[in-house]
T-cell receptor, first 110, second 112 residues
Framework: KNEVEQSPQNLTAQEGEFITINCSYS?????LHWLQQHPGGGIVSLFM???GKKKHGRLIATINIQEKHSSLHITASHPRDSAVYIC????????????FGKGTKLSVKP | ETGVTQSPTHLIKTRGQQVTLRCSSQ?????VSWYQQALGQGPQFIFQ???????GRGNFPPRFSGLQFPNYSSELNVNALELDDSALYLC???????????FGAGTRLSVL
């Protein structure tokens, strides 16, 4: 079993829909990251969370430390949101390496 | 634009050859991590360098080695390439004491 599990693996939505991507992890962490990867490989960091909730534009990330679960929400989805969304956790201190989920491939249709 | 650059962007090698991938960190960042991402998978941690010393290693064989230079740029070397080494190799830089990592666009390695 992977230490970081994401669901769903693939997601197709219509433009304007509210989207939720889930991440569960089984290890103790110091922080959880949500990352966006576009075709061609470049990865952009969206959020880093250690508790509670963060919001940036149409993106919202929440984390429940007790339940070892995080969600990434996209409101009013748009075709440009199409990408792979990856959850990664940091185990240990600030120099600890990241453990990645396999990613959720999101496709938003116009 | 993260300020982290990797070279080359694409590379084709044959089995048994050796390869060197390069990463230039964001200015002032003293920590660099290397990851391997196979097709359809999440990145896997290879190793991390902090102030020119290896500071953690994932489950990769010794033929994967690295180097960090005084200017904090970094190299990933892979000897005796195998077909399964075909992947996207990502580097990420960060500053001591901070959690946020900034990723480069990656080097796509194909081993034939």
């Amino acid at each position: 079993k992977n230490e970081v599990e994401q669901s769903p693996q693939n997601l197709t939505a219509q433009e304007g829909e509210f989207i939720t991507i889930n991440c569960s992890y089984s290890v103790g962490i110091s922080a959880l990251h949500w990352l966006q990867q576009h075709p061609g490989g470049g990865i952009v960091s969206l959020f880093m969370l250690s508790s509670g909730k963060k919001k940036h534009g149409r993106l919202i990330a929440t984390i429940n430390i007790q339940e070892k679960h995080s969600s990434l929400h996209i409101t009013a989805s748009h075709p440009r949101d199409s990408a792979v969304y990856i959850c990664a956790v940091r185990r240990g201190g600030s120099q600890g390496n990241l453990i990645f989920g396999k990613g959720t491939k999101l496709s938003v249709k116009p | 634009e993260t300020g982290v650059t990797q070279s080359p962007t694409h590379l084709i090698k044959t089995r048994g050859q050796q390869v060197t991938l390069r990463c230039s960190s964001q200015s002032g960042h003293n920590t660099v991590s290397w990851y391997q991402q196979a097709l359809g998978q999440g990145p896997q941690f290879i190793f991390q360098y902090y102030r020119e010393e290896e500071n953690g290693r994932g489950n990769f064989p010794p033929r994967f080695s690295g180097l960090q230079f005084p200017n904090y740029s970094s190299e990933l070397n892979v000897n005796a390439l195998e077909l399964d080494d075909s992947a996207l190799y990502l580097c990420a830089s960060s500053l001591d004491g901070q959690n946020i990592q900034y990723f480069g666009a990656g080097t796509r390695l194909s081993v034939l």
